[in-house]
């Protein structure tokens, strides 16, 4: 069993920055992924970004490409996304996972979920 809980949402103006928190407990996640969801009022789930907990490779959706980055703390069993450029569409409740498929980007390959945090960006 994995436990993940994410902290750091809130609101922000057009521009602003926010880093997300997922912390990791329980099992070992060596070959494990973890990714970065998001999911606004009346859309499907949107992948974000994902990091290999092993080696540190990550992988990014076009549409935060550039303004998003994700990386982990080993030691500490942190998982971040540091957000810059915020702008009104990236308003949504985000999602730490943690699944077993190298660099996966799709929601039904990751087996732990964490209850979410929600950010929200104004103009």
């Known amino acids: 069993q994995v436990q993940l809980v994410e902290s750091g949402g809130g609101s922000v103006q057009t521009g602003g920055s926010l880093r997300l928190s997922c912390a990791v407990s329980?099992?070992?996640?060596?070959?494990?992924?973890m990714g970065w969801f998001r999911q606004a009022p009346g859309k499907e789930r949107e992948f974000l970004a994902v990091?290999?907990?092993?080696?540190?490779?990550?992988s990014y959706a076009d549409s935060v490409k550039g303004r998003f980055t994700i990386s982990r703390d080993n030691a500490m069993n942190l998982v971040y996304l540091q957000m810059n450029r915020l702008i009104p569409e990236d308003t949504a409740v985000y999602y730490c996972?943690?699944?077993?498929?190298?660099?996966?980007?799709?929601?039904?390959?990751?087996?732990?979920w964490g209850q979410g945090t929600q950010v929200t960006v104004s103009s």
């Open positions: 329980g099992r070992s996640l060596s070959g494990y992924a």
């Open positions: 996972a943690a699944g077993p498929t190298y660099l996966a980007t799709m929601s039904r390959q990751y087996d732990y």
């Open positions: 990091i290999a907990w092993s080696n540190g490779i990550t």
